[in-house]
T-cell receptor, first 115, second 117 residues
Framework: GEDVEQSLFLSVREGDSSVINCTYTDSSSTYLYWYKQEPGAGLQLLTYIFSNMDMKQDQRLTVLLNKKDKHLSLRIADTQTGDSAIYFCAERGGFDDTGRRALTFGSGTRLQVQP | NAGVTQTPKFQVLKTGQSMTLQCAQDMNHNSMYWYRQDPGMGLRLIYYSASEGTTDKGEVPNGYNVSRLNKREFSLRLESAAPSQTSVYFC????????????????FGDGTRLSIL
């Protein structure tokens, strides 16, 4: 099946920028998503990008997509302690045999923000 | 607006016991999903339901059954719990669009933390 890979851990100081990286294998990806999971909670959709775009900015969040290299990144500007969480990359691929477009998640990157 | 609601939030079972995890959404979404989350493995799809009355297997369906009771509710049943099913279970829903390039982000509940001894 398709694969989505992320590094496990990132530590930054408060006020710095954070960059969380993700690579995927599905060449028929349509949408790519970033979700945030705080302790004890479910996944919260942060932002997404369509596969024909190379950048999307939403306040402190910037998503960069390199479709040729199948590389997605999430940059968080002016990182705050409240940004400490696990961040999941997910990609929406092409139609499978059942007519469904599968959503494949990475294993998550734990972001630790130090004061 | 509650979104996706899961019950219970925590449960401890003994091996061999059965239980049903409940999920309800109030966003009028057609599609609903059950995932399990294990350390270092991200989310893996157990079952999904594209519409009321239909269910299909995901990546890891063995040991589970589901029921799409109506458009709002999608339950997950463990008939004979095993320690390997200790996990955090998430329910999600989305509005599946008709077009090939429609955007269908999934909305998640807060999870059920299940321990099987």
């Amino acid at each position: 099946g398709e694969d989505v890979e992320q590094s496990l851990f990132l530590s930054v100081r408060e006020g710095d920028s954070s960059v969380i990286n993700c690579t995927y294998t599905d060449s028929s990806s349509t949408y790519l998503y970033w979700y945030k999971q705080e302790p004890g909670a479910g996944l919260q959709l942060l932002t997404y990008i369509f596969s024909n775009m190379d950048m999307k900015q939403d306040q402190r969040l910037t998503v960069l997509l390199n479709k040729k290299d199948k590389h997605l990144s999430l940059r968080i500007a002016d990182t705050q302690t409240g940004d400490s969480a696990i961040y999941f990359c997910a990609e929406r691929g092409g139609f499978d045999d059942t007519g469904r477009r599968a959503l494949t998640f990475g294993s998550g990157t734990r972001l630790q923000v130090q004061p | 607006n509650a979104g996706v609601t899961q019950t219970p939030k925590f449960q401890v079972l003994k091996t061999g016991q059965s239980m049903t995890l409940q999920c309800a959404q109030d966003m009028n979404h057609n599609s609903m999903y059950w995932y399990r989350q294990d350390p270092g493995m991200g989310l893996r799809l157990i079952y999904y339901s594209a519409s009321e009355g239909t269910t299909d297997k995901g990546e890891v369906p063995n040991g589970y059954n589901v029921s799409r009771l109506n458009k709002r509710e999608f339950s997950l049943r463990l008939e004979s719990a095993a320690p390997s099913q200790t996990s955090v279970y998430f329910c999600a829903s989305s509005e599946e669009g008709a077009g090939a390039y429609s955007n269908q982000p999934q909305h998640f509940g807060d999870g059920t933390r299940l321990s099987i001894l």
